[in-house]
Structure formats: structure tokens, C-alpha cells
């Protein structure tokens, strides 16, 4: 199957997919908008904020990479938490991957998205492939474990939502519009 992509190099989610292939495609969809909207910007740039919100674009990358390692590892799989995540006081600190972004290197920051990415992708096609979207997580979260269904849906959402703030944010440094 050939995946088309626009030209802001976002893949385009298939129109007449199955189940499987519309949630992946929509979720790589929102990541890609999400790295099309975060790119090419310098550290003071990743810092800035919009109005009364402390949120920065630098925060949004660190979270998003935090949200990547705890659904797709901690939660899907069970595994041990791994750094930065695992030495985190979260509640002393439990906006820490927003607070400490705006002091991290912008290229480490895009590259530990990205790996966290892969390994999230990687982490899904496991599960689809050993029981489908019915495969249920290896760790409660909240009391429940969601499957994979829900997950995907769920980051769908995440990644949906935070777009938003990253266009706003992203108007305001240099004008940067597009769906």
C-alpha cells in the first residue's frame, strides 16, 4: 500500500481503510502535522509563550514524548519507566515535562519525540499483530485496561487537541498557518 502525503509531508489517512489502518493513519496524520508545526524553530522560539498560557511549544514536544512512552510502553506493555520519565518527583513536579522543555536542547528534544514515536509504533504494530484492536493493556490505568482501540483513540485525541495549541502558538512566532 503507497501512502500518499501532502505537501507539508504529512501522510494522508486512507479514506476506505479498515479499522486498523484509520486509527494508525489518522494517528500518524496528527503526529506528522504535529513535527510539520514544531519545526525549524531555534530554542527562544520553543519558548515562547501566547497570552496568559505558560504552555510552549518545547513543553508540548516533552509532553507529547512523555504521552508516547506511557501509553504505548508503561501502560500497553508494563514496562519499567525510562529516562527522563523514571527519576521524576511527578508529585512534587507533575508539570515537569512542561516546566524543564524551555532548557532543553531543541534537537534533543525532536529527536527523543521521535524515538519515543518509533518505539510507540513499533510497541503498536506488536500488539495489532499478536490481537488485534481488542488486545488489552498489560497495566491498569485509572482502574481500567484500555485496549488498543482506545489508546489509539486516545492518542488521536491528545495529539488533536494539542495541534491546536500548536498552531496558535506557532502563528504567534512567525505567522506559520495551514491545516
Given amino acids: 500500500m503507497t501512502i500518499e502525503t501532502n505537501e507539508n509531508g504529512r501522510p ?13 493513519g489518522f494517528l500518524d496524520f496528527h503526529r506528522a502535522t504535529f513535527a510539520w508545526k514544531t519545526s525549524g524553530l531555534n530554542q527562544a522560539q520553543l519558548a515562547q509563550t501566547l497570552g496568559p498560557s505558560p504552555m510552549t511549544l518545547a513543553g508540548l514536544i516533552k509532553h507529547l514524548t512523555l504521552v508516547e512512552d506511557q501509553w504505548f510502553r508503561e501502560v500497553l506493555w508494563d514496562e519499567e519507566d525510562i529516562e527522563p520519565w523514571a527519576s521524576v518527583d ?10 524543564t522543555a524551555t532548557q532543553d536542547d531543541p534537537t534533543e528534544l525532536v ?22 484492536l481488542n488486545a488489552r493493556s498489560k497495566a491498569t490505568r485509572h482502574g481500567e485496561t484500555p485496549n488498543l482501540r482506545w489508546i489509539m483513540t486516545h492518542m488521536i485525541e491528545e495529539y488533536a487537541r494539542h495541534n491546536g495549541h500548536v498552531d496558535l502558538i506557532r502563528e504567534s512566532i512567525d505567522g506559520l498557518t495551514g491545516d
Fill in 90 to 99: 511527578w508529585k512534587t513536579s507533575p508539570d515537569w515535562d512542561f516546566d
Fill in 111 to 132: 529527536e527523543n519525540w521521535k524515538k519515543s514515536v518509533s518505539r510507540a509504533r513499533d510497541n503498536a504494530e506488536c500488539a495489532f499483530a499478536e490481537l488485534g
Fill in 12 to 24: 494522508e489517512p486512507p479514506i476506505a481503510g479498515d479499522e486498523w489502518e484509520t486509527l494508525r
